[in-house]
């Protein structure tokens, strides 16, 4: 069984120079940090509207955090480093499921690792439907998973923005989920259309879920 990832130097270093960016320019917030696990496999699954999302997820927390990247990104000469030394997870297009098989390999190891359900960046900020095999993931793992939720990113920098603008970023940790019930259903049905029904009602609650978060106050005054 792997051992969970260990921080790199270049990961240290990012986390605290994005962290001190972050509480100037954006008077950033953190709410709620404690609901994640100190230690063992965590799904962390948040809204997606910015380029800097999962910055903000690592930058939040102590602990390492291992996100995901689509393959053709680990070709790029320097960010394919950095990706590397940042240890994340690459999403292979094919549809091979190396990509899932390493997820689920990383939270065995006692990993905590990123998604997110909606897939690409909302174009409005709003919350979409998530995508195939959300559910899936959710299923197969048997870790915990937080929902987050990220509040005045997509002000901040959304995807039309060619430059981040000084508006209040809050993000939101959730109560953990532990989809007890499907998962114990899952292993017991051999009937297809119920398991498809099953990953369905996974990845609907989860988005529910992120859905229902509210900010904290001072966003609220934002």
Do not use: C
């Amino acid at each position: 069984m792997p051992e969970p990832t260990v921080p790199t130097l270049s990961y240290r270093f990012a986390r605290f120079t994005f962290g001190l960016f972050f509480r100037i320019w954006f008077r950033w917030k953190v709410l709620h940090r404690e609901r994640v696990p100190a230690e063992g496999g965590v799904i962390l699954a948040s809204n997606h509207v910015s380029y800097l999302d999962p910055v903000y997820v690592v930058s939040a927390l102590e602990r390492m955090v291992v996100g995901l990247a689509r393959e053709s990104a680990f070709n790029v000469p320097l960010g394919g480093r950095i990706l590397r030394s940042w240890r994340v997870i690459p999403v292979d297009q094919t549809g091979t499921g190396r990509g899932l098989k390493t997820f689920l390999s990383r939270l065995r190891g006692g990993d905590a690792v990123v998604m997110y359900p909606e897939g690409t960046r909302s174009p409005t900020g709003q919350i979409r439907a998530p995508q195939p095999g959300i559910g899936l993931i959710i299923i197969k793992s048997t870790a915990p998973v937080v929902p987050i939720k990220l509040f005045g990113a997509y002000e901040a920098y959304a995807r039309h923005h060619w430059l981040p603008r000084p508006y209040q970023v809050q993000i939101k940790f959730g109560e953990p989920l532990d989809f007890a019930d499907l998962r114990a259903e899952a292993k017991q049905t051999k009937d297809k259309e119920r398991l498809k029904e099953i990953y369905q009602q996974a990845a609907t609650d989860l988005l529910h879920a992120i859905a229902q978060i509210e900010p904290g106050p001072d966003q609220k005054a934002s």
